[in-house]
């Protein structure tokens, strides 16, 4: 199997070697372009290395597109003509429809949506797909990515909350936990280093527990927040003031992902306009 990578940001190499150092994937052939050359001229030798974009399409059968949301009409433009009709075309923004995709190229379309934590084989990767994708496609794809943790499949209409709870989660919870950090510095003489690995440790532990025992949140918290307890009185805190707060994130990023939606429709309009 060919694959290609369009874009060598940060996210496009991760995938690129990911999928790389997949051990049970030997038997595929990668395939990179960038719009800025010399950003990849140093993986000649070890990856084939395409002039444009357009080359790229030409020969790879999966085409993971990793540009920014006001790039991708563009990118879909330039590969139209380059692509075969089994072309599995994947892009990573969700926020950009498959309706508005469809308007440049109809062709087999996924959208894929993985998480940092791909890197230590532990994303919650996002996976919908347009109508001409085939049960065979959806497979192999899924086979693909299990290289970075696990697979879900969502309608498209659900992608942007779940983005959320797995792409940008890992950025919540920094910010959040961050804010955790600074309050306990405040109180105490225990160094830095030792606050935070209290933290992460408490963290992966607790998450561990749960998907062990199938423990709800509900469940840590009975077992911890023994009635007239020390915990119970920050859990009264966090339940006092923390639903706002989450209310008002979900409502921004549903928001941001909704104006990028809209933004990207102009660009589709030119496109169709221009035909």
Do not use: W
């Amino acid at each position: 199997m060919k694959i290609g990578i369009i874009g060598y940001g940060s996210m496009g190499k991760m995938i690129l070697e990911k999928i790389a150092r997949a051990q049970e994937l030997s038997e595929i052939e990668l395939f990179v372009s960038n719009r800025t050359k010399e950003k990849i001229a140093h993986l000649k030798g070890t990856y084939n290395v395409c002039e444009g974009n357009a080359e790229l399409a030409s020969l790879a059968d999966i085409i993971f597109i990793c540009v920014e949301p006001t790039e991708m009409r563009e990118v879909f433009s330039e590969i139209r003509q380059a692509i075969s009709e089994d072309t599995l075309l994947i892009s990573l923004n969700g926020s950009i429809t498959f309706e508005q995709l469809e308007s440049v190229c109809r062709n087999k379309i996924a959208k894929v949506i993985p998480a940092v934590t791909a890197e230590v084989n532990k994303s919650q990767t996002l996976v919908c797909f347009n109508e001409a994708v085939s049960e065979t496609d959806k497979a192999y794809l899924a086979k693909l990515l299990r290289c970075m943790g696990d697979v879900i499949e969502l309608p498209e209409n659900e992608i942007d909350i779940g983005a959320d709870l797995v792409s940008c989660m890992p950025g919540f919870i920094a910010a959040i936990f961050n804010e955790f950090f600074a309050s306990a510095k405040k109180r105490t003489r225990i160094s830095n280093k030792e606050i935070i690995q209290m933290l992460l440790k408490t963290m992966v532990g607790t998450g561990e527990l749960m998907l062990a025992d199938d423990y709800s949140f509900e469940d840590v918290v009975l077992r911890v927040a023994t009635k007239g307890g020390i915990t119970e009185e920050g859990v009264k805190v966090i339940r006092e003031h923390l639903p706002k707060i989450t209310d008002k994130l979900f409502d921004k990023t549903l928001e941001k992902c909704r104006i990028t939606t809209m933004n990207a429709q102009k660009m589709f309009d030119e496109e169709m306009l221009s035909y």
